[in-house]
C-alpha cells in the first residue's frame, strides 16, 4: 500500500475515532459521578445536530451568513441547549432514581432517547428524511497522491481534539474537576467535605451533553448529512467504547473511542470484499477483548467495596 | 305528556322515513380495499407519495356516479421494514371485508410478505418494489406487480454505461434483498457487455461512515461508482466521496430517484445517473390526467416518482371488483389473465407470475437539481459532460 493510501486511512480512522471518543467520554462521565448508563447520550447527540441545523436556518433569516460566524453561533447554541437538556435529564430523571436499582435509571434513559428520535422523526419539517447539513467550513482540498487532505476534515478534527484535551485538563487540573474525581470516587466523603453533590451532578450532565452536541455538529459537518437515527448506532459504539477502555475513566473512554474505529478500518482493509462484516468485526473483537480485560483495558485504580 | 309522546313518535317517524330513503339513494354497497407502504422513515416521501394516489384512485371512483360499490380504502404503514410488513400484510389479510389491496414500496418488505398474501388468499398488486424474486420467485397467484423489476432495470443501465466507453467499475451495494439483488443482476449483465467490476462492497443500510470503502475504491480507481441501494445511504455515500476526493462518475438505480436524494446532497447531485422502471409522471400515457386530478385534491406531499404506478395498481384493483364483485377468489382469478389493460402508466399485461411484462425503462440524470430524462438533458446533447468522459 502506498504511503497516500495509508494516510487517507489513518485520517480517516482519526476522525471517526475522534467522533467516538467524544460521545465514549460522556457515557463515562455519567457513570464516574452517578454509576449509571445513561443510553439516551446518542440521541442527545443527534438533538443537537437538529439543534444546530435550526439556528443556522435561523440565522440566515435573519441574515448573518458569514461562515465563521455562523459555526461559532451554531456551535455555542447546540452545546448550550444539550447541556441544558442534560442537567434537566439529570435533574428529572436520574437524581430521582438515585436511591432506585440501575436498571431503572437505565430503562428510563433508554426510553427517553427513543422519545427523543421519534420526536425529531415526527415534528422536525420532514424530519424522517436524511437533511443536508451545510458547509460552513472552507473546503478546499490538498491532494498527495492518494491522499486528500481537505481543509474542513483537517479544521474538524482539530477542533475534536482540542475539546478532548480541554476536557482532559478540565477533569485533572481544576477545582471542578477535582471535584467531579472526588464525587466519582466516594459520593459520601465528597459530601462531608463540603463538595455540593446535585450541583456537580448537573455540571457533569452538562458536560457530557454539550460533548455530544458539539460531537453531533462537528457529525453534520463531517459528513453534510444527519438523520434522526443517527444517534442509535454512535451511542452503541460509544457506549462499547466507554466500556472496552474502562468505565469510568476519561483515558479508557478516548482509547476505546479510537480503538473501535481502527477496528472498523482494519475491518475493511483486511476483508475488502467482505465489508458488510466490518462491525461484526469490530464488536468481536470487542467481546473478545472484554473477555481478557473484563473491567475494561484501563483497571479503575479503586475498586467499588461494599 | 300524551302530547309529547305524540311529538316524539311523529319524530321517530320522521326519522325512519328519511332514514329508509336516504338508503334507498346511497344503496352502493361498501366494499375495502388496502394500501400498504412506507409512511414513515428514510423512504417515507415515496410511501406518502404512493398512499395518496393510491387514495386518489378510490376517491375518483367514489365520485363516478357509474359505480357499483363506494369503496374505503385501509392504510396501512410497513415503515420498509420487514417485520412490521409482515404485521401490516397479516393485518390486511385477516380483515376478510379487505378484498385486494396495493401494497410495499420496499422490495425487502415485499418479498417477505407474498407469503402472507398467499396464506391468506389476498390478491394484492406491487406498486413499487423492484426485487424480481416478488413475482418470480414463486407461483403465488396472489401477487401481482405493475411497475417492471431490476432485471430489466440494470440491463438498460449496464448497456447505456458500457455505450457511453466507461469501462471499469466499483460497486457498493446494501446488503438487504433489494441491495444485493441489483448487485446480482447488474454484475451480469455489464459482464456480459464488456464492462469490468474491480471491487464490490456491500454496506448496511443503515451505515453512516463509508469512508473506509471509499479510500479502499478510490485506490482501485474506477470510471464508475455503481450504487445499489436506497436513498439515505446514497445521500451518504455521494457526499463523502467528494470528502475523499473520489472522481469517480455515480451511478444510481430506482433508488435514488427521488427529490430527497436530491435534496440530501444539494449541488453534489449534478450529473448523477439513475435508471427507473416506467417513464416520468408527465410522460406516461395518462400523466397529465394523473398530474391534474393529484393536484386538484391538495395532497400535503408530491407523487414522488411511483405515485402513477400505485394509481394504476389501485385503479386496475377497483376495475375487477367493479367487473367482479367483490370477492377475493374471483378478483385474483380476474387478475392472473389481465392482457395489454390501458392504464395512466401505459399498457399492463400480467405474465404466469403476475408480472407486468411491458416495463419501460427511463435513464436519468440530475441537472440543475432535476431528475431529467437523458435524452433532454444536456448531458446527452454534448453542452455538459459526465465524470471522466
Same mark, same amino acid.
Given at each position: 500500500?502506498?504511503? !497516500? ?31 449509571? +448508563? ?23 433569516? +435573519? ?63 420532514? !424530519? ?44 485533572? #487540573?481544576? #477545582?471542578?474537576?477535582? @471535584? ?10 465528597? #459530601? ?19 460533548? @455530544? ?29 466507554? +466500556? ?9 473512554? +478516548? ?14 482493509? @483486511? ?36 | ?28 354497497? %361498501? ?55 409482515? %404485521? ?28 402472507? /398474501? ?21 407461483? /403465488? ?47 451480469? /449483465? ?16 443503515? %451505515? ?32 463523502? *466521496?467528494?470528502?475523499?476526493?473520489? =472522481? ?65 395498481? *389501485? ?13 377475493? =377468489? ?36 440530475? %441537472? ?14 454534448? =453542452? ?6
Amino acid at each position: 500500500m502506498d504511503a !497516500g493510501l495509508l494516510g487517507q486511512y489513518i485520517m480517516n480512522g482519526l476522525m471517526l475515532g475522534m467522533m467516538y471518543a467524544l460521545v465514549a467520554v460522556g457515557f463515562t462521565l455519567f457513570f464516574g459521578v452517578m454509576d449509571i +448508563i445513561n443510553f439516551s447520550h446518542g440521541d442527545v447527540l443527534m438533538v443537537g445536530a437538529f439543534t444546530g441545523l435550526a439556528t443556522y436556518f435561523g440565522l440566515s433569516e +435573519i441574515g448573518i451568513s458569514w461562515a465563521p460566524a455562523q459555526v461559532l453561533i451554531v456551535l455555542t447554541v447546540a452545546t448550550i441547549c444539550m447541556a441544558t437538556l442534560g442537567m434537566l435529564i439529570a435533574k428529572y430523571l436520574v437524581l430521582p432514581l438515585k436511591a432506585a436499582p440501575p436498571l431503572n435509571t437505565l430503562l428510563i434513559t433508554l426510553m427517553l432517547g427513543t422519545v427523543l428520535h421519534e420526536a425529531i422523526r415526527l415534528f422536525y419539517p420532514q !424530519g424522517a428524511n436524511p437533511q443536508r447539513f451545510p458547509s460552513l467550513l472552507p473546503t478546499d482540498a490538498y491532494t498527495f497522491g492518494n491522499f486528500t487532505l481537505r481543509i474542513d476534515s483537517a479544521m474538524i478534527l482539530l477542533a475534536g481534539l482540542g475539546v478532548i484535551v480541554g476536557i482532559h485538563l478540565l477533569i485533572n #487540573k481544576t #477545582k471542578l474537576g477535582l @471535584a467531579i474525581r472526588a464525587v466519582a470516587q466516594d459520593e459520601e466523603t465528597a #459530601k462531608t467535605m463540603g463538595i455540593n453533590f446535585t450541583l456537580i451532578v448537573l455540571i457533569t450532565f452538562a458536560i457530557g451533553s454539550g460533548l @455530544a452536541a458539539f460531537a453531533g455538529i462537528l457529525h453534520g459537518l463531517y459528513y453534510s448529512e444527519i438523520n434522526f437515527a443517527m444517534g442509535l448506532l454512535l451511542g452503541v459504539i460509544g457506549f462499547s467504547s466507554a +466500556i472496552v477502555g474502562g468505565l469510568g475513566n476519561i483515558y479508557g473512554a +478516548i482509547i476505546g473511542g479510537f480503538l473501535f474505529a481502527a477496528l472498523q478500518t482494519i475491518g475493511v482493509l @483486511a476483508m475488502p470484499f467482505a465489508s458488510a462484516y466490518k462491525d461484526v468485526f469490530a464488536f468481536g473483537v470487542i467481546i473478545l477483548i472484554m473477555a481478557w480485560r473484563p473491567t475494561g483495558l484501563i483497571q479503575e485504580k479503586i475498586s467499588e467495596r461494599v | 305528556m300524551k302530547t309529547i309522546r305524540i311529538v316524539f313518535a311523529a319524530v321517530l317517524a320522521v326519522m325512519v322515513v328519511f332514514g329508509l330513503a336516504s338508503t334507498a339513494v346511497g344503496a352502493k354497497e %361498501q366494499v375495502k380495499v388496502g394500501f400498504i407502504g412506507p409512511l414513515t422513515g428514510g423512504t417515507s416521501s415515496n410511501g406518502l407519495g404512493g398512499r395518496n394516489s393510491a387514495d386518489l384512485a378510490v376517491r375518483l371512483r367514489n365520485a363516478d356516479p357509474k359505480a357499483k360499490y363506494k369503496y374505503e380504502l385501509i392504510v396501512l404503514d410497513d415503515e420498509c421494514k420487514p417485520n412490521i410488513g409482515v %404485521q401490516a400484510a397479516t393485518k390486511l389479510g385477516a380483515n376478510k371485508d379487505v378484498i385486494a389491496a396495493a401494497t410495499h414500496y420496499c422490495s425487502a418488505v415485499a418479498i417477505s410478505t407474498v407469503d402472507v /398474501y398467499h396464506k391468506f388468499g389476498l390478491p394484492i398488486i406491487v406498486w413499487g418494489a423492484v426485487l424480481p424474486d416478488i413475482t418470480y420467485g414463486n407461483k /403465488y397467484g396472489e401477487v401481482h406487480r405493475v411497475n417492471g423489476t431490476m432485471i430489466n432495470q440494470n440491463e438498460t443501465a449496464a448497456k447505456f454505461m458500457t455505450g457511453l466507453g466507461y469501462k471499469t467499475w466499483a460497486v457498493i451495494h446494501d446488503t438487504t434483498d433489494y441491495g444485493k439483488g441489483h448487485n446480482k443482476y447488474f454484475s451480469e /449483465y455489464l459482464t456480459k457487455n464488456g464492462g469490468n467490476i474491480l471491487g464490490t462492497f456491500g454496506v448496511t443500510s443503515d %451505515q453512516q461512515d463509508f469512508s473506509a470503502e471509499l479510500t479502499k475504491i478510490k485506490s482501485l480507481n474506477p470510471d464508475v461508482l455503481y450504487f445499489g441501494g436506497l436513498t439515505p445511504i446514497g445521500v451518504r455515500i455521494r457526499a463523502q *466521496m467528494e470528502k475523499l476526493g473520489l =472522481k469517480a462518475q455515480f451511478e444510481g438505480t430506482s433508488g435514488i430517484v427521488s427529490d430527497t436524494f436530491i435534496e440530501g446532497v444539494g449541488e453534489l447531485a449534478e450529473g448523477v445517473l439513475a435508471f427507473r422502471e416506467g417513464a416520468p409522471t408527465e410522460k406516461l400515457p395518462g400523466g397529465k390526467f394523473f398530474l391534474e386530478q393529484y393536484n386538484k385534491q391538495n395532497y400535503g406531499e408530491p407523487p414522488e416518482a411511483y405515485g402513477a404506478f400505485a394509481f394504476a395498481a *389501485m385503479n386496475l384493483i377497483l376495475d375487477t371488483i367493479e367487473a367482479k364483485g367483490p370477492d377475493r =377468489k374471483k378478483v385474483r382469478k380476474a387478475l392472473n389473465k389481465v392482457g395489454g389493460v390501458d392504464s395512466i402508466v401505459g399498457k399492463i399485461a400480467f405474465d404466469d407470475h403476475g408480472q407486468n411484462t411491458i416495463a419501460v425503462i427511463t435513464k436519468y440524470v440530475s %441537472q440543475d437539481g432535476e431528475w431529467t430524462v437523458w435524452e433532454e438533458s444536456e448531458y446527452a446533447s454534448g =453542452k455538459r459532460k459526465l465524470r471522466g468522459m
